[in-house]
């Protein structure tokens, strides 16, 4: 598809006043780029826009990425608005699909410890296996987003942290802390690291470094990891991701007894009722366990 002369401009816009991820910006891109060869924003309508999101509808498009498009075209017309290539908003008044919430997929204790189990023996080399453990260990530890777990600087692991310092979405940072198990495999690790980097007379700033465009180990190849380690673990690798393992990170905390406030700053939301729905995860875990336990509850 043919780029529309806005939307380079506008993402360019967007990246310099709200630091963005880069996937976020791979999103609007390829929303609007879809949206603007179907309808011109220049002479767009309200209902030429509401006539697009019904033909989403129509192919089959979940509620949540119909969601996404809307919020991707609002934001466009706002922008041009401000910038006067447009004397009116035809968005502004378009109400969203009214996405369902889904509780997140989440593990249970037993089922972590046998990935980390798994992550253990995972790969050909003994280099292979301290990077899957450390990985694993360092992302129940903490509850990162993959994209800050896979990027992390080699400089917030070094001198044996107590706590590692994260950049996260909008470029807010974070101190998170490690447990005795994620600080040690992350001292293994980073020996590790160093020899085989020194053997090779090359450097890295990146703690997980990799031949790839960004210079460190990319998104899909740690997803493909941790769903081969689901496999070995004889669990559904359907249900096991890189994000049920953050799920897991803070649902756990929460049943143990921590505070949903420490869980919110430790995960990075913004906003504190995005980490309010691991309490709804435990309601119903206990309504399940009511159900299959309770000795009143017949066979």
Known sequence: MTTHPW?????EAIQAELNIADNTLHAYHNDLTRFCAATDP?????????SYLLGLDAAGFAVST??????????????ALQEGWREDNPAILIRGPGAQKH????????????????????GRTRNDR????????????TGLRVSELVSLPVQAARGDPQMILIKGKGGRERMVPLSGPA????????AARDAMLAAKDKTSAFLFPANSKTGHLNRTQFFTMVKTLAANARLDPRHVSPHSLRHAFATHLL?????????QTM?????????????????????SLVLEKHPLQAP
Do not use: N
């Open 267 to 287: 995960l990075g939301h913004a906003d504190i009722s995005t980490t309010e729905i691991y309490t709804h995860v435990l309601d119903e875990r206990l309504k």
């Open 130 to 141: 301290l990077r899957a453990t450390c990985l694993m260990q360092l992302l129940y530890a």
């Open 7 to 11: 939307i380079p401009v506008f993402l």
């Open 42 to 50: 220049a002479t767009a309508t309200r209902a030429d826009i509401e």
């Open 183 to 190: 600080r040690r495999a992350l001292h293994d690790w980073l």
């Open 255 to 263: 049943a143990h007894g921590a505070d949903l406030r420490a869980i």
């Open 103 to 122: 509780l997140p997929a989440t593990l249970d204790e037993a089922q972590v410890d046998a990935l980390l189990a798994q992550a253990l023996t995972y």
């Open 66 to 79: 119909r969601a996404r498009h809307l919020s991707s075209i609002r934001q466009l017309f706002r922008f």
